[in-house]
């Protein structure tokens, strides 16, 4: 997990799909793909917001009947 950058600040354009807001990660992605490591997962005051520019989910098993898909906003 990336602690030393943020993707996303107050006032900024993050909040929108702009190819400007991704600039930022380019040498964290370098690092984490020199390790092994294919994506880096990023949060935004404690929340999950993407992993890079990818779409994500996430499976929660809910019950033994019940399984829940959820995506960030």
Same mark, same amino acid.
């Given at each position: 997990m990336e602690?030393?950058?943020?993707?996303g600040c107050a006032k900024s354009a993050y909040s929108y799909k702009l190819g400007s807001n991704y600039s930022p990660y380019i040498l964290s992605?370098?690092?984490v793909n020199a390790n092994g490591w294919h994506n880096i997962l990023w949060t935004h005051t404690g929340v999950v917001s993407? #992993?890079?520019?990818?779409?994500?989910?996430?499976?929660v098993k809910n019950?033994?009947?019940? #399984?829940? #898909? #959820?995506?960030?906003?």
């Open positions: 602690t030393r950058l943020d993707r992605q370098k690092e993407e #992993i890079n520019g990818c779409n994500m989910m996430f499976v019950s033994e009947t019940e #399984i829940e #898909i #959820i995506t960030p906003e």
